[in-house]
């Protein structure tokens, strides 16, 4: 089994900053993309980031600026610096990630619970 674990959300003013984490584990043998969505209330669940093994990153136009993805392929983890936060951002974040668990198998999709970030004075 794998599991994609989030962390960092919470309640943070406008104009400040968090940092989300998310930890893929369990029966791993490759991972391709990693990336962050979000779904505020009401609202569909939109991509913010994504990365690729390689470095390449891709944004959602609102976070271009002020988000950044990053991960560290040695620990299966992917990381989310939202900087000048804005109450739009409002939402529960989640990682997802496409991930082979044999060798030779196919990607398949894996989406973490979610962790939820308040931006509010």
């Known amino acids: 089994q794998v599991q994609l674990v989030e962390s960092g959300g919470g309640l943070d003013q406008p104009g400040g900053s968090l940092r989300l984490s998310c930890v893929a584990s369990?029966?791993?043998?490759?991972?391709?993309?990693m990336g962050w969505y979000r779904q505020a209330p009401s609202k569909e669940r939109e991509l913010v980031a994504s990365?690729?093994?390689?470095?390449?990153?891709n944004y959602a136009e609102s976070v271009k600026g002020r988000f950044t993805i990053s991960r560290d392929n040695a620990k299966n983890t992917v990381y989310l610096q939202m900087n000048s936060l804005k109450p739009e951002d409002t939402a529960v974040y989640y990682c997802?990630?496409?991930?082979?668990?044999?060798?030779?198998?196919?990607?398949?999709?894996?989406w973490g619970k979610g962790t939820l970030v308040t931006v509010s004075s």
């Open positions: 997802n990630s496409y991930i082979r668990t044999i060798i030779g198998g196919s990607y398949r999709n894996y």
């Open positions: 369990g029966r791993i043998f490759s991972i391709n993309s």
């Open positions: 990365i690729t093994p390689g470095g390449t990153s």
